[in-house]
């Protein structure tokens, strides 16, 4: 069953903080390890799926058992800062193909060039910009964690448990944060 979110950084930014937000561990135990595993609830207002969360320094610490369990990924770069990042995106794409992961996120710390913006199309990613840009005031398009949030929320997860109608409410950000994350 695909439950597995897949996380990796293809810049120096490791994105410890962003990571910190988006799945609410401790900075700290990011830090510790090169390669991390969790769990993560995923809690929306009809259903609920506890999903593991991978970070790998690279690829090549991606075993094809956990790609084959992968339905979600999230890459971080900085286009801004990289030369060319094209090599280790076609690497990563080519090896991800073969799996189909639902959800393929690129998350940018920059704007993206027209180019990368290209190849996301072309493979199946969805670029998300991290910070806004200037001139974005009057843009309604979420960005960043929030961003990354709706979309790893929006997919339909293969493990996941419908709540009963008298059981929805909204769910908020701060109750996503507190919920406690299933055992191991």
């Known amino acids: 069953m695909k439950s597995a979110v897949l996380v990796s950084s293809l810049c120096a930014d490791p994105a410890h903080t962003i990571l910190t937000e988006l799945f609410g561990v401790e900075e700290a135990a990011l830090v510790s390890a090169q390669q991390q595993e969790f769990p993560w609830r995923v809690e929306t207002k009809y259903f609920t799926a506890d999903l593991r969360v991978?970070?790998?320094p690279d690829l090549?610490?991606?075993?094809?058992e956990l790609l084959a369990a992968v339905d979600g990924v999230v890459l971080f770069i900085n286009s801004s800062q990289e030369a060319d990042l094209t090599p280790q995106l076609r690497t990563w794409a080519r090896a991800l193909?073969?799996?189909?992961?639902?959800?393929?996120?690129?998350a940018d710390h920059a704007g993206g060039s027209p180019a990368?913006?290209?190849?996301?199309l072309d493979n199946q990613f969805e670029h998300v910009r991290l910070v806004a840009e200037e001139g974005d005031?009057?843009?309604e398009d979420i960005i960043g964690v929030p961003r990354l949030r709706e979309a790893l929320h929006s997919h339909t997860w293969p493990n996941l448990v419908r709540r009963s109608a008298a059981a929805r409410k909204p769910v908020t950000a701060a109750a996503i944060d507190a919920a406690p994350a299933p055992a191991p």
């Open 54 to 56: 991978h970070i790998v």
């Open 97 to 106: 193909s073969e799996f189909e992961p639902a959800v393929q996120l690129l």
């Open 116 to 120: 990368l913006i290209e190849w996301c």
């Open 60 to 64: 090549a610490s991606a075993s094809p």
């Open 137 to 139: 005031e009057g843009d």
